[in-house]
């Protein structure tokens, strides 16, 4: 997390991963050469949190060195400037309101917003699927407040996807939602990773995730990281990437 001043004796928050993956980047092995044959088009979105950049986050991408991600094409979006209410109302980078920080599991949840940044998600992965990639090769993932926006899109989607991740985030809406999952959309896995020494978005946000998706009937896979705060280790890449991986379908 990046803290910037303002004129004013007030701290801006910002929820960013720049830093971790500069670290992470240093002892990272060069990319196999080797593709399958097999392997059709696949996309990975990927959402950054607030205040920070698409392009930020784009070093990611050279982490998964596995032959079956050589052509996969990735998208880094940079949300847009927005009022943060948690930052007494300063624009940044941010793609919905957020009321608190820290958050925790029942923070007040801003769903017209959140709602908005989720057509915009929709509009991206639409995009790609016209381009010719299978909705199942279609993997949207997210950090922070990018975590929340991926579970958000994931769920309202309306064709089943190859999977959503998310990093430190936590459910941005109310169970009144679950009522506009659909059935194709409850098919789509989702990865819940979260560090339970997190301090920005607390582990019991990120611990109300699962029983949220099993009343709503979607399969979770949870892993809880002991001393890790708020931020993404090496480990929980390394651990997405096979993820992703096992999920890939072929061209055959």
Known sequence: MKLMLLAKPIVLLTLT?????????HSQPSPSSRRPDSMARSFI????GLGDSGRANEPIKTLFTSPEFRDTIWSFPTAPANPVTCNYGSVMASWFDIHEIP???DSPKDESSVLKAVQSVHKIIDKEIAAGTNPNNVFVCGFSQGGALTLASVLLYPKTLGG??????WVPFNSSLIEQISPDAKR????????????????EAGQAGPPFLEKAGVSCEFKA???LGHSISS???KYLESWIKTRLQSSS
């Open 164 to 169: 959503g991740a998310v990093f430190s985030g």
């Open 103 to 105: 958050v925790t599991a």
């Open 235 to 237: 480990e929980e890449l």
């Open 225 to 227: 990281y002991p001393g």
């Open 17 to 25: 991963l720049s830093c971790t993956l500069l670290f992470i980047l």
């Open 188 to 203: 789509t896995p989702v990865l819940w990773s979260h560090g339970v020494d997190d301090r920005t978005v607390l582990f």
């Open 45 to 48: 979105l990927w959402l950054h």
